[in-house]
């Protein structure tokens, strides 16, 4: 087997010891984990989901914080936005972009990055951009992206919908199949799934120079996740999460149609997922009942964002321990 973890493209790129990349996870990748994350040789993508300004700028400066000793790990630091609320509000963007040290990479997810994108190309910061079709592949190679995220619908949180979504172990060889022929210098990160070192290794020979992890460090002792979702994830299988867009209904989140959310397949979910118009028509009832459940930590009625890969967890040790375990594996399942 020629594929080694140290030799990756990807890893050559940002001065990783192993070709993982944590996914900057909406009120879960926090400063303490990105530091982290970066210490243990991953490239490490703040949260900076929505756009709030308050709380990218409060853990983004903990990272900084936390690694300004330690300039190898700093120069891995870097965020993620949603997309189409940047379109909305960017000026957390603007935030990360005056950083005094330039972040390591931006990577935008669910919507055309056109019109974001020029601005992070023009602060010679690397662009990363997260598809979850193959004909989302040319717009972002289009829009100037170093580094492109095949997401599969086995993914956490929010993704292509149910009806449209793709498989990681198929969307990631076809799009890096495109890759090879239509931009050979573009790298490929696969997301969806990728638990252990078992998918870490499969993500590089299915083509990928390496891989997203979100749900498997967002169950470590680093994450914002509050402990006890972190116990509900540890305590499901794969079988026990589900896509749809009752979450995003119940958090007063609109996003666009084609995306959708997927969590644990709790009570609350359950109740709903049959009666997605009713909900929509009328959700008060439902949302006052969800946020009770949010106040409470009770995940019966609260979400737990975590994908198919929550089979896989059994624990939640420190992020350095998860990402060597798992590059370990993987090196020794490739030889």
């Not at 790298?187 to 120079?209: S, T």
């Not at 749809?244 to 666009?256: G, M």
Request: hydrophobic fraction near 45%; aromatic fraction near 6%.
């Amino acid at each position: 087997m020629s594929i080694k973890l140290y030799s990756s493209r990807f890893s050559e790129r940002f001065g990783l010891t192993t070709p993982i990349a944590l996914a900057p996870m909406a009120f879960g990748t926090g400063g303490s984990l990105a530091a982290a994350g970066a210490k243990a040789g991953a490239l490490a993508l703040i949260g900076g989901a929505y756009g709030d300004l308050e709380f990218t700028s409060r853990e983004y400066l903990a990272a900084e914080e936390a690694l300004e000793d330690d300039p190898v790990a700093f120069a891995r630091l870097g965020c993620g936005f949603i997309t189409w609320k940047l379109e909305e509000d960017a000026s957390a963007l603007d935030w990360v972009l005056d950083r005094p040290q330039r972040p390591a990479a931006l990577m935008l997810s669910f919507g055309d990055p056109t019109t974001i994108s020029r601005r992070i190309i023009d602060a010679g910061i690397p662009l990363m951009c997260q598809v979850q079709t193959m004909a989302q592949v040319p717009e972002a190679i289009a829009a100037g992206a170093n580094v492109i995220v095949a997401q599969g619908a086995e993914a956490g949180g929010h993704g292509m919908n149910a009806l449209d979504g793709r498989s990681t172990f198929t969307l990631v060889p076809e799009i890096a199949d495109y890759l090879a022929a239509q931009a050979p210098d573009v790298q490929l990160l696969a997301a969806g799934g990728i638990a252990d070192g078992r998918g870490l290794a499969a993500a590089l020979i299915l083509g990928a120079d390496g891989a997203l992890v979100g749900s498997r460090l967002w169950a470590c002792a680093e994450s914002l996740a509050p402990e006890a979702a972190i116990a509900e994830a540890i305590a499901a299988n794969g079988d026990g999460t589900a896509r749809s867009k009752v979450f995003d209904i119940l958090r007063e989140k609109n996003w666009p149609a084609h995306f959708d959310f997927r969590a644990i397949r709790n009570a609350i979910h359950r109740e709903w997922e049959g009666r997605i118009g009713e909900l929509t028509a009328d959700p008060h009832d439902a949302i006052e009942d969800y946020k009770a459940g949010v106040a409470t930590c009770d995940y019966s009625r609260a979400h737990v964002t975590v994908g198919e890969g929550t089979g896989l967890i059994k624990d939640a040790p420190k992020a350095a321990d998860i990402i060597e375990a798992m590059s370990a594996q993987a090196r020794q399942l490739l030889g």
